[in-house]
């Protein structure tokens, strides 16, 4: 992740970790009104804020305000309720802290679906980074008590929903069928080489039919069988019915020789077709 510094004031933090490890991720919140993760950090830049935390995320930006290798203050204090499991545990030393902002609305705090999207994307981040399991992502409710982030001990399913998510499969984006790439590659066309344009889809090129033209290829569409035509400069477009002295002389190869209406259609598409047709059809005769 793309996350910019900006230092908090070192009298609000521990230079270090004293040994420790980081074990925990601890998720907060500001407890303020449309506050931004920049003003945050600004704020920590003064000396004697006697509090801080690694990370502040908003809507649409994370910044980082403490090294995660020096210990914030942010998850310390006195005990505020008898909820504190992790009391001793997870301190200060062996934890990140990360600060969400948040709003007011209606009167109650409240943490914005595009802010909660941001806090995965970064704590998932620094759980891979760290090797840290979904189990030591906690609030700093599981420590001290303290009622943070207010909205998820207010609502135990925000919280259960969170961190599910840090654990749910990456859903990769289903693949468009137009998907594709134009691209000009040389072509050999009857023994010559030409530039033609290349759809690239699925490791497949695919020639556009449009390109075959400078090869002298007749590009159309058959209007009897309701396709695309594609005919070799030596050919002509077929055309099914004939005139009727083409017709006999088609009739005639066929008796004589039997050949199957492939075949004729085959003779037929080249230039001088109907003239060999009805050549072959005269000698028959005979």
Known sequence: MNIPFVPTDPS??????????????????TANDGDTDEGNAHYFQGAGRRASAHYFVDEDSVTQSVRDNDAAW??????????????????????????MCSDIVSGKYTITPQTVDR???????????????????????DVTGKLCPEPWVRDESLWRKFK?????????????????????????LNGKTYECECICKDETNYIKMRSLKQAGFTVSYDAVRKLPAITAPQCRTFVPDGTPDVQAAIDTVQEVVGLEE???????????????????AKAMEK
């Open 12 to 29: 609000n933090y521990y230079s270090g970790r004293g040994g420790n490890s980081i074990k925990y991720i601890v998720m907060h919140y």
């Open 74 to 99: 942010h998850c310390g204090g006195a005990l505020e309720s008898s909820h504190h499991p992790l009391r001793g545990i997870c301190m200060n030393r062996n934890s990140l802290g990360v600060e």
């Open 119 to 141: 806090a995965v994307e970064l704590v998932k981040y620094l759980m891979a980074k760290y090797g840290i399991d979904v189990d030591h992502v906690v609030r700093h409710y």
């Open 164 to 188: 599910a998510r840090l654990t749910a499969p990456v859903e990769l984006e289903p693949k468009k069928e137009d998907d594709e790439v134009v691209e000009k590659k040389k072509v050999l």
């Open 262 to 280: 492939q075949t004729i259609e085959y003779l037929l598409r080249y230039q001088y077709g109907e003239q060999l047709v009805k050549k072959l």
